[in-house]
């Protein structure tokens, strides 16, 4: 295990290596940050001064280096508009966004797992026809355009929903609000949640469907069905486990994808989270705070699918994860 996790440390510290050069390589390509901070009050040679004073107009390899020595100190530069530490920017929006994750999460694993096996059990049945067919249709339909459909029969239709913000909040401890413990944030994120879980919940309930479907046609299974095991302690215990295996791998994946997806359901929601913060920042081409976000959320990725392989490895003991043969 020590072993395994050496190998994921070091391979995460190449990553947000490359992660942070290509990031910091774009970065004169995002605007002039003094344009926006300025404003058309200040002259050019104004501006070059200033340009000098924030050492942007040093080499580029000079910048680059600045930047990694100040990141080994946890420094990841100031934000231009926020006027604070880009990390503390982050932090302070990064509860909206996991809550919003979690949210989707919880949806996706709750539906997509029950119909799943359901539509892989009886394939022929008329419900998991329809099941597949409604996947189908939610694959193809962009997240923005659910978002903007729900907004529009719950929100204006019939007034059951709020369309935007995050409602009311309980602080938690440090920038931790939660919407869970209360009425009002529980009615503000349900509709984002569905929102963020419309594109990944059809690919996940065609993916259990599918593993389901091949462990069901494998030999152990038959044996147990000879056996004379019931049907429940066939398909649950032993054909769901080995079924969730690849489904988990997929899955951890797709959150570190959906992070990046809230981009669109936040800014739809106006939700003030990560995403929503990115675009804003992307606008006022807020350098550091772009260059900050792109490197946690690979950072995120690289912590996320560290925690599934190590989760692969509980659920099968059997899976060697320094991926070395035996």
């Not at 100040?70 to 932090?91: C, E, N, Q, R, W």
């Not at 302070?92 to 919880?106: D, G, I, Q, V």
């Not at 029969?153 to 019939?158: D, G, H, N, Q, R």
């Amino acid at each position: 295990m020590l072993q395994f996790l050496l190998k994921r440390f070091l391979q995460a510290i190449v990553v947000m290596l490359i992660i942070s050069l290509l990031s910091f390589s774009i970065k004169d390509k995002l605007g002039d940050p003094l344009r926006e901070m300025t404003g058309q009050s200040v002259s050019e040679a104004e501006r070059e001064v200033m340009r000098d004073e924030m050492g942007l107009n040093d080499p580029f390899l000079v910048q680059y280096g600045r930047f990694i020595k100040d990141a080994l100190h946890g420094d990841l530069g100031t934000s231009y508009f926020h006027k604070l530490p880009t990390m503390t920017v982050i932090l302070k929006k990064l509860p909206a966004t996991l809550e919003l994750t979690f949210a989707a999460s919880l949806i996706i694993i709750f539906l997509s797992i029950p119909l799943g096996v359901f539509s892989a059990i009886k394939p022929k049945h008329w419900f998991s026809k329809f099941i597949m067919a409604v996947s189908i249709v939610g694959i193809s339909i962009p997240v923005f355009l659910t978002a903007l459909a729900l907004i529009y029969i719950f929100s204006v239709k019939l007034g059951w929903m709020p369309s935007f913000g995050r409602g009311e909040t309980v602080h938690l401890f440090g920038y931790w609000e939660t919407n869970f413990l209360t009425k009002d944030g529980i009615l503000h994120i349900i509709m984002p949640a569905i929102a963020l879980s419309s594109i990944m919940l059809p690919l996940f309930i065609r993916l259990v469907r599918a593993e389901m479907l091949e462990v069901l046609s494998s030999e152990y299974v038959k044996f147990a069905k000879a056996k004379g095991l019931k049907a429940g302690k066939i398909y649950f215990k032993h054909a769901l486990k080995n079924t969730m295996l690849p489904v988990i791998t997929v899955g951890g994946v797709q959150i570190g994808i959906m992070v990046a997806y809230t981009i669109l359901t936040e800014s739809v929601f106006q939700w003030p989270g990560m995403g929503f913060m990115f675009l804003e920042a992307v606008n006022r081409s807020d350098i550091p705070l772009i260059v900050a976000y792109i490197m946690f959320v690979g950072f995120l990725f690289v912590v996320v699918n560290t925690l599934v392989d190590l989760l692969y490895g509980v659920i099968n003991p059997t899976v060697n994860l320094l991926g070395k043969s035996k």
